[in-house]
């Protein structure tokens, strides 16, 4: 038997292969990873910052969550996509990493 993700896992997906297409656009690079639980592994191609994006369900709906301190709904993709894409990329400081 085929290993086929369960509704909760194929949602989740959904959620990330979304923001991974908007993340794409604006030039970063991203990878699934977790198998069962995945989660969107993401890094700016030029500079190697990285950080790792969770779709998790909430009271409202689901969010994206990410290091350090990040959340924004699923609702927004693009939004988020700004919003890591500021994080890793290269006006974001030398503390960042």
């Known amino acids: 038997m085929p290993d086929v993700p369960d509704a909760f896992t194929q949602q989740r997906l959904v959620h990330l292969d979304s923001l991974a297409a908007e993340l794409r656009r604006r030039g970063l690079a991203s990878r699934t990873l977790g198998g069962?639980?995945?989660?969107?592994?993401?890094?700016?191609?030029?500079?190697?910052?990285?950080?790792?994006?969770?779709?998790?369900?909430a009271r409202d709906g689901w969010l994206?969550?990410?290091?350090?301190?990040g959340q924004q709904s699923v609702d927004d993709p693009s939004r988020t996509a700004e919003a890591v894409g500021r994080l890793l990329g290269p006006s974001a400081g030398p503390d960042a990493s």
């Open 36 to 57: 069962a639980t995945p989660v969107l592994w993401v890094w700016h191609p030029d500079n190697g910052r990285q950080t790792i994006v969770f779709a998790t369900p």
């Open 64 to 69: 994206f969550v990410w290091s350090p301190d």
